[in-house]
Nanobody, 115 residues
Framework: QVHVVESGGGSVQAGGSLRLSCAASGSDFAGTAMGWYRQAPGKQRELVARITSGGGTNYADSVKGRFTISRDNGKNTVSLQMKSLKPEDTAVYYC?????????WGKGTLVTVSS
């Protein structure tokens, strides 16, 4: 059974940094794509960053230059380094694993950025 678990959320002041981590278990996910999404109150869930099995990345325009996604295939983990955080980055951040045509989501971790 596939499990996806996020960690690393918290509260930070604007301009600060946080690092989110996501661990997947239940199989070998080296050949999969993984990504981070976020959902702010009253808004739809949106893509933040995604990384393919080969290390290719794409980012939402709003986070380019501030966020960096990376993965460790040996550990089945993906991380999101967030810098220069803004109040508008406040959201629940979700990790998604794309595996054999299925999407597996974690329960999310809350990031709160105060001005």
């Amino acid at each position: 059974q596939v499990h996806v678990v996020e960690s690393g959320g918290g509260s930070v002041q604007a301009g600060g940094s946080l690092r989110l981590s996501c661990a997947a278990s239940g199989s070998d996910f080296a050949g999969t794509a993984m990504g981070w999404y976020r959902q702010a109150p009253g808004k739809q869930r949106e893509l933040v960053a995604r990384i393919t099995s080969g290390g290719g990345t794409n980012y939402a325009d709003s986070v380019k230059g501030r966020f960096t996604i990376s993965r460790d295939n040996g550990k089945n983990t993906v991380s999101l380094q967030m810098k220069s955080l803004k109040p508008e980055d406040t959201a629940v951040y979700y990790c998604k694993l794309e595996y054999w045509g299925m999407d597996y989501w974690g329960k999310g971790t809350l990031v709160t950025v105060s001005s």
